[in-house]
């Protein structure tokens, strides 16, 4: 599945699912963007309010633009998945834009960026099926 934003830095944010690990990626529309991937409690941009995400939170933090087209709650569709329990937008505020990623348990994760395609980038989450 796959949630489409504006065009304003982050493009889409899709899953995937791997015989170790469940993957989520960020397409970004240009290279070089920050970004901050820790567990932890995830709080709404701007408002500061706790967004409730199905088992242990994953905070995403992209220092990137995107205004969120769909159902903020349930951004990507992770039914079934091994590891992932839910993915949710947080809103965007000054140019970051907060998502919530929910996981069965406190897993092994890798983060990374891609380049590509073209002048974009990607930024990809693994997060393991056991330890």
Known sequence: ???TFTANDIESVRSGRHACYDRLVID???R???YDVRYG?????GAGERVSLRGTDIRIT???WGRELRNSRE???VRGYDTFRQVAFAGTFEGQ???GLGVRARLPM?????DGPGSGSRLVIDVAHHW
């Open 1 to 3: 599945m796959d949630a």
């Open 62 to 64: 992209v220092r990137a």
């Open 41 to 45: 409690a995830v709080y709404t941009e």
């Open 32 to 34: 070089g963007v920050g």
């Open 75 to 77: 951004l990507v569709d």
């Open 110 to 114: 890798r983060v990374f960026e891609l």
């Open 28 to 30: 970004l529309d240009r």
């Open 97 to 99: 834009t907060t998502l």
